[in-house]
């Protein structure tokens, strides 16, 4: 194993050109939980929230994801704090289309003029002129998504966008999405113990779409003493959450998973993962232990 390597784990989970034209490793960043309490407000150490994104840069991670109701824009603005100006190979995807009105709630809102105001405070709060990877953050069943996505088309076309992405889809809406613009990755709730999207990801990795799990590191019972996790991890000398984090990565070569932490101790065991090589059997075994 090359130094590089040895120093940036996160390249050993291999790469996925997102869009067909942004090459980033799998094993990405959330950074949710860089915020207060409900995701509300600032952190209660924002020193350690930058210690935090600069390590995940040095671990390999040319991924992150945010949006602008992480705080509200909280996240955003401690992103640009510790990494702008950014390296080439760095992805800041971001999200619009939920509303805050205060800590734990969250309530969509797609209008056009909505959409199109948090695109702009999203551009100004990073500090980049254009958004690598803009997603719908959830569809608003009150507008028409051709008006939700027409939006971001339109801040696309001006430059302001690259590439489109949607979140918490259906198939089917994944396949309206796709009839009014190209759509680069789609994000949705996905673990081993929750994979009830897995004919959206399905989907995905037959067109080639990047596919977010968030919540990725969910285990649960599965990770009980003596429990198929907790037994699978011992043999490879790891955690249950990195036994969980590399089966997301042996599952699908389009799944870009990105466990989110609030501390630099927990992202490198997170990064580690991306270390760990599964056989077919033992990702079997742990599919079906669910």
């Not at 390590?55 to 992480?70: H, M, P, Q």
């Not at 069943?141 to 690259?162: R, T």
């Not at 990755?185 to 994979?195: I, K, T």
């Amino acid at each position: 194993m090359s130094q590089q390597n040895s120093s940036r784990p996160a390249e050993a989970s291999g790469s996925f050109a997102l869009g067909g034209d942004l090459t980033v490793n799998r094993l990405g960043y959330g950074a949710m939980q860089l915020t207060g309490p409900g995701i509300w407000g600032e952190p209660k150490d924002p020193a350690e929230a930058v210690r935090v994104l600069r390590r995940a840069v040095e671990l390999g991670i040319n991924f992150i994801d945010t949006a602008d109701s992480y705080g509200p824009f909280v996240s955003e603005r401690l992103i640009r704090e510790a990494l702008h100006p950014y390296a080439d190979d760095l992805l800041i995807a971001t999200k619009g289309g939920l509303t805050r009105p205060g800590p734990d709630d969250w309530r969509p809102l797609g209008r056009p003029e909505y959409l199109r105001q948090q695109a702009e405070l999203s551009l100004r709060h990073l500090g980049v002129e254009r958004i690598g990877l803009y997603q719908l953050h959830r569809i608003d069943e009150q507008v028409p998504l051709a008006d939700q996505l027409g939006e971001l088309v339109l801040l696309q076309k001006e430059g302001k966008i690259h590439h489109i992405g949607v979140s918490e889809v259906t198939v089917q809406q994944l396949e309206e999405a796709r009839t009014i613009t190209e759509i680069a990755s789609v994000q949705n709730l996905f673990n081993l113990a929750n994979r009830s999207a897995e004919d959206v990801l399905e989907y995905a990795e037959r067109e080639n779409i990047a596919f977010i799990p968030w919540f990725p590191i969910a285990t649960g019972e599965l990770a009980r003493s003596g429990g198929p996790l907790d037994a699978a991890a011992k043999r490879h000398g790891a955690s249950p959450s990195q036994l969980a984090l590399a089966w997301l990565l042996h599952r699908s070569p389009v799944m870009l998973p990105i466990p989110g932490t609030s501390r630099t101790a927990h992202l490198e065991e997170n990064a580690e993962a991306a270390r760990i090589t599964l056989t077919d059997d033992e990702f079997d075994a742990l599919a079906a232990a669910v």
